[in-house]
């Protein structure tokens, strides 16, 4: 299938894991993605990886800084042509511990780049093209932020407002943005490992699937929100985990 034939996305935090995952599905359905992250090197290693600069393109930055938001979005305007379709995959997660803990400058820099610039980078889309041609952004958010998250309490928090800015956003931006979230489980990512190195058949026992999540599990579901087949969601969060939320965990 060739759902994105002749569309342009961009997917931050995506030189690995989740982001990769999420780009390699749009690229082998037709789009040309712009792949965002700090470190240029790691790009460009996911620019090959995805099939060459006829395909993709690397912006390395700071997902929070507004400077490489402009940078990025204009770039891949002169490059591709457009921008119809926005993955506000990026997010940080640095401190583990009880909330009543938490360190507030560690509190402050994971709403800014969780919350905030999934915000700014909606902005500066819908400002750059998407006021005028239409488009769809999906957020990346957590089944931590659907209940409490012991040890990451700040992390599910700050996911849990990206939820309400996702549906906040789709009642502003519709018709012709459509605006979605999903909410993913444990998946096997550099960003997860102290979650499940060394105990992955323990915690996947938890899982009614038995199995963690893999980043193209993920990039299989923001690709059908991206798509066409999904024209009458807007303001959804969709949960991706293996069933275990059904179990009471998360």
């Known amino acids: 299938m060739k759902r994105f034939e002749g569309k ?17 599905r749009l690229v082998a359905e037709g789009a040309k993605v712009t792949v965002t992250a700090r470190k240029a090197e790691a790009l460009d290693e996911a620019v090959q990886q ?33 921008l119809d379709l926005l993955v506000n995959n990026t997010g940080i997660n640095p401190v583990y511990g009880p909330m009543i803990e938490l360190d507030l400058d560690a ?6 780049v969780n919350v905030l610039s999934a915000l700014a980078w909606t902005q500066k889309a819908y400002q750059a093209r998407m006021a005028e041609h239409g488009g769809a952004v999906v957020n990346v958010s957590s089944v931590g932020g659907l209940k409490p998250a012991p040890g990451i309490g700040f992390y599910g928090s700050s996911k849990a407002m990206l939820n309400h800015v996702t549906q906040e956003l789709a009642v502003e ?63 959804q969060v969709v949960v991706i985990d293996g069933g275990l939320t059904l179990t009471g965990g998360v």
Request: proline letters at 5%; aromatic letters at 6%; a negative charge.
């Open 107 to 112: 509190a402050r820099k994971i709403f800014e």
């Open 173 to 235: 931006l519709g018709p012709g943005i459509r605006v979605n979230a999903v909410a993913p489980a444990v998946v096997k990512t550099k960003f997860a490992t102290a979650l499940y190195e060394g105990k992955e058949e323990q915690v996947s026992a938890e899982y009614p699937l038995k199995r963690l999540g893999l980043p193209e599990d993920i990039g299989s579901v923001v690709a059908f929100l991206l798509s066409d087949d999904a024209s009458w969601m807007t303001g």
């Open 8 to 24: 342009v996305a961009i997917v931050t935090g995506a030189s690995r894991g989740i982001g990769l995952g999420i780009a390699e």
């Open 50 to 82: 995805l099939g060459g600069p006829d395909v993709a393109l690397a912006v390395a930055g700071k997902a929070d800084d507004p400077a490489h938001q402009d940078d990025a979005i204009a770039r891949t305007v002169d490059t591709f042509g457009g």
